[in-house]
């Protein structure tokens, strides 16, 4: 039976490369899995179709437009996982390791769906910050807004996840605006390949958005741009070799590296044997050590445990790797499938290798045991341990990329603090311990070298995600050796993509530029109240006005004695006017919050929901005894949660009879669409 070839999909079609082809082995028996290569690409012309075609089908369409695309694409992937599945045990990848790929990527696609509808406008531009005044009248303004770039994105993965290590760059990308072309690692792009084929057979996204290289990348770096960008994820010195393209050095294009990392798990002081800490902690090393046989950029590459209790650390994660059984992953009872390939294989016991001739020495597993399948790349957990960290770089900066981790002992905090250092930047680290000094002394001493950080005790153990998860809404990433960018982070994601432009103008002219409203910009008054519409009969700066009502001495003594709140500047004449701020006698602050709603809310059921909270509240105008207030609410932007809910952000502009500003705020409701 001939080896099926993987095809490159550029301009909307597939296309087989042609010239030398590598062979993809199974890493299970190493059998051929697949033929790849991308001789003949038109490179250049992949690069201007994503700007001249995908890039500008994407911004056509608003941020939740978007974003439903990108839920879609996960239901499409979801709806046809088994077929990835099957082809995900081929990588040496057990169902278990499967699930965080394929459906933990498609998870990924919900998430960003879900921050673009509830964080982001239903517009085409982002607003950056608040409003900045440049001008006494007001009538010159200025406003940092995101915009997405007209480049393309031009995405570089690795062989350990090649389903959610795609989407989790496609989603912010695609959120963005942003076309893209992916290039999976030549190990498992077969698997990489199938699921972008899902996603083009559902027909989903718009000509040119996404486009596939299954083989070497050729000549485009040379053809990019200021308004590219390349996203990578793999070894620091594939990162250097492009980071310094000359191109890309010319041309500033950004570039955004995930990279390797000498992740460190950390035992408390606390945390003697026996305690539930000491059990977690020892979980957690064995679980990243076996977890996709230990090929994961945020695994526990080095543990550290206070001298005195690193015999007993060495015994539990011996004893508990012993328990873990290597073979075949199809195979139910398996708990850690095989490497991806037998080269990879090679130079995990390559890198043991290496720490053992630096002092370290092999406390439990054997890198040389025969595999349970002939030709398979399997490699039982090995667990290394070196008792003087101090002495040697090896064990900070080799990184065994398989089932393989260090132990080694701390004197005090701020050595573990050091040792943690050492590793020159890692992705993650993860402290077990129960005592909130030690996590705040660790924590302030080690973030800046860290680009996450757990905690973990016996409170949060039932439902930590663990070491080695990155999550769709935090930023994986880290500084130093491990990339020195970020990716995901949730809408701080979607800013990769972006550019960021101050804009100096009016109010009006910015309003809508932005098509949001922003202080100063026209108004629409209705006549209708705005509670008895529905989201989509809703427009930006639509306004409602209210009738004035004035504020008494007795409203202000009753709402003190109803509430409690009898601060001076309410209560006492003298005092008030002995302050610099106050005149005398003041109205509290949300006694002018509650007449307001009493003033513009619609008592009676309707498209209007619920009201979720009040963002951005400023008090700007003392409202004393005998003034009036009026209110007018504007639509500022809308947001679409889901088929049933929306949130409406409404401006909230509280005057007094002189017109004056008395307070501003947002508030958010819940809303049908």
Same mark, same amino acid.
């Given at each position: ?38 001789? +003949? ?166 000509? =040119? ?19 590219? *960008? ?5 070894? &620091? ?10 191109? *890309? ?24 044997? +026996? ?29 550290? &445990? ?24 199809? &195979? ?10 037998? $080269? ?15 002092? &370290? ?52 905090? +701020? ?29 302030? =001493? ?37 990339? =020195? ?148 609410? $504007? ?39």
């Amino acid at each position: 039976m001939k080896t099926p070839q993987l095809l490159n999909y550029e301009r909307d079609r597939w296309i087989a490369g042609d010239g030398d082809l590598a062979e993809i082995s199974s890493a299970i028996d190493g059998e051929p899995v697949a033929t790849t290569g991308s001789g +003949g690409i038109d490179f250049g012309g992949m690069l201007r179709h994503a700007r001249e075609v995908g890039g500008p089908a994407l911004r056509k369409l608003t941020f939740h437009e978007r974003a439903r695309m990108i839920k879609a694409l996960g239901l499409a992937i979801m709806a046809r996982k088994e077929e990835l599945y099957e082809l995900n045990y081929l990588t040496g990848a057990t169902r278990k390791d499967g699930w965080i790929d394929i459906e933990g990527g498609a998870g990924t696609l919900f998430s960003f769906s879900s921050k673009g509808r509830r964080e982001l406008p239903d517009a085409h531009v982002l607003l950056d910050g608040q409003l900045e005044g440049l001008s006494k009248q007001g009538t010159f303004v200025g406003q940092h807004i995101y915009t997405p770039l007209q480049g393309a994105a031009v995405h570089i993965n690795a062989f350990n996840f090649p389903v959610w290590g795609m989407l989790e760059k496609l989603a912010p990308t695609l959120l963005a605006g942003v076309a893209a072309i992916v290039k999976p690692a030549s190990a498992t792009a077969y698997l990489a390949e199938a699921a972008f084929r899902i996603m083009t057979e559902a027909k989903i996204l718009p000509p =040119g958005a996404i486009q596939l290289i299954v083989g070497g990348v050729g000549d485009l770096f040379d053809h990019l741009t200021g308004q590219d *960008v390349v996203s990578f994820t793999g070894s &620091a010195h594939t990162a250097l070799k492009l980071r310094t393209h000359p191109t *890309v050095i010319r041309e500033s294009v950004r570039f955004v590296a995930e990279q390797d990392s000498l992740n460190a798990s950390l035992l408390g002081p606390d945390a003697a044997p +026996g305690t539930p800490e000491f059990d977690l902690f020892v979980r957690e090393v064995a679980t990243e050590m076996t977890v996709k046989a230990g090929q994961k950029c945020t695994a526990i590459r080095r543990a550290m &445990a206070p001298a005195q209790y690193l015999d007993a650390v060495q015994q539990a994660l011996a004893e508990r790797l012993a328990k873990t059984k290597v073979g075949d992953p199809r &195979a139910e009872d398996t708990r850690m499938g095989a490497l991806v390939s037998v $080269s990879q294989r090679d130079d995990v016991r390559e890198k043991i290798a290496q720490l053992e001739a630096a002092g &370290a020495r092999i406390v439990a597993g054997d890198p040389n045991a025969d595999p349970p399948i002939p030709g398979g790349a399997f490699l039982r957990p090995v667990l290394l341990r070196t008792d003087e960290p101090w002495r040697t770089d090896a064990v900070h900066d080799c990184e065994p990329f398989g089932p393989v981790s260090t132990i080694m002992p701390y004197k005090d905090i +701020g050595d573990a603090i050091a040792l943690a250092n050492r590793g020159k930047g890692s992705l993650v680290l993860s402290l077990f311990t129960h005592s909130p000094d030690a996590a705040r002394e660790f924590v302030q =001493g080690a973030a800046a070298h860290h680009g996450r950080m757990l905690v973990i005790d016996r409170t949060n153990a039932a439902e930590n995600t663990g070491h080695g998860s990155p999550l769709p809404v935090l930023v994986h990433g880290g500084p130093g050796r491990a990339g =020195g960018s970020e990716e995901m982070g949730g809408v701080r994601g979607v800013k990769h993509y972006m550019q960021r432009t101050a804009i100096q103008s009016s109010p009006a002219m910015i309003a809508a530029i932005t098509e949001q409203y922003i202080p100063g910009a026209p108004k629409h008054v209705i006549e209708v109240h705005p509670f008895r519409l529905k989201m989509s009969e809703l427009h930006i700066g639509d306004t409602w006005k209210t009738a004035s009502r004035t504020v008494t001495l007795e409203d202000i003594e009753h709402f003190a004695e109803f509430t409690g709140d009898k601060f001076y500047a309410h209560m006492d004449e003298e005092a008030a006017r002995a302050s610099p701020i106050f005149e005398g006698r003041v109205a509290h602050g949300y006694l002018i919050l509650s007449f307001a709603a009493g003033l513009f809310v619609d008592p009676d059921p309707g498209p209007v929901l619920a009201n979720t909270g009040l963002e951005n509240l400023r008090f700007l105008t003392p409202l004393y005894p005998g003034d009036s207030m009026r209110v007018e609410l $504007s639509v500022r932007s809308k947001s679409l949660k889901s088929d049933e809910t929306g949130v409406v952000r409404w401006a909230v502009e509280i005057f007094n009879q002189e017109d004056e500003l008395v307070a501003t705020y947002d508030l958010l409701t819940e809303n049908v669409p």
